[in-house]
């Protein structure tokens, strides 16, 4: 991987991991057109941009990272729990079904239901307009909508604000839920593949590895920011007919 490719695939992670389009699907089709192989190295690449995109979300929520909120970190680790269980008990029938067709698919379910929860979805009638208003109830519903984004494609943040928006929590509410959640997730998961990988790290281009860092950080940092504001005055609706015309897309060139 060169300097170009780890610009290019930092951005894709950066932009992509909280929007609830599916990395996945974008770091598949990235990977084809840049001729990058999914070899140990660039899973190990992986890690360390994932880890710039927790950091970001660190960065942006540090005030709710205290024990002054610790009603609503229970919140948040309860809800991390059913994908922590369940991911690990099938684990290995979710790489048997990874596949660019089956991530096509559920891009395109994705976005119907993105369109369809839309279509009933009433901001004003939430009972949660606010993070700290949501209940344990929400935060279990929203948990339980995560292990969904097992299925390649899905997309986690996805899962999480639908499951959110379903059980009565407001947009803007579901979204911030579902960027908190992604630390704990995203800390195991990158923990995890870190000690599988670790060894790629020896004799990698480190500067790449720096540099796509940075590009991952502060394109995660930005995009947290601007979709925040974006949820102000828009729906889902958008990222709906996204999901749905990159899938079809995604078919067209397997």
Same mark, same amino acid.
């Given at each position: ?76 680790? &309860? @809800? ?5 269980? *369940? +991911? /690990?008990?099938?684990?290995?029938? =979710?790489?048997? !079904? ?104 020896? &004799? @990698? ?5 720096? *540099? +796509? /860092?940075?590009?991952?950080?502060? =394109?995660?940092? !930005? ?32």
């Amino acid at each position: 991987m060169d300097i170009f490719q780890a610009i290019i695939i930092g951005i894709i992670e950066g932009f992509t991991e909280f929007l609830p389009i599916s990395s996945t699907g974008h770091m598949i089709v990235a990977s084809k057109f840049l001729g990058v192989d999914q070899s140990a190295v660039v899973k190990a690449y992986e890690v360390i941009i994932q880890f710039a995109a927790i950091l970001a979300v660190v960065l942006l929520y540090r005030e709710k990272i205290n024990f002054k909120e610790i009603n609503l970190w229970s919140k948040i680790m &309860g @809800a991390f729990f059913p994908l922590a269980i *369940i +991911g /690990f008990l099938i684990k290995d029938w =979710v790489k048997e !079904i990874f596949n660019v067709q089956t991530v096509a698919y559920m891009f395109i379910i994705g976005g119907v239901i993105f369109l369809i929860v839309e279509y009933f979805h009433k901001d004003e009638e939430s009972t949660a307009k606010d993070i700290e208003e949501i209940t344990w109830r929400q935060a279990m519903s929203i948990g339980f909508a995560q292990v969904l984004s097992l299925v390649p494609g899905t997309s986690r943040a996805g899962s999480t604000i639908i499951g959110g928006m379903l059980s009565g929590v407001s947009r803007k509410a579901s979204t911030e839920f579902s960027f908190l959640l992604a630390i704990p997730v995203m800390m195991a998961v990158s923990g995890y593949d870190l000690l599988k990988h670790y060894k790629e790290f020896i &004799g @990698a281009d480190i500067t790449a590895f720096t *540099i +796509g /860092f940075v590009v991952a950080f502060v =394109v995660a940092y !930005i995009t947290i920011k601007m979709f925040i504001v974006f949820l102000q005055r828009f729906t889902f609706v958008a990222f709906g007919i996204y999901r749905i015309i990159f899938g079809v897309i995604l078919l067209m060139i397997i």
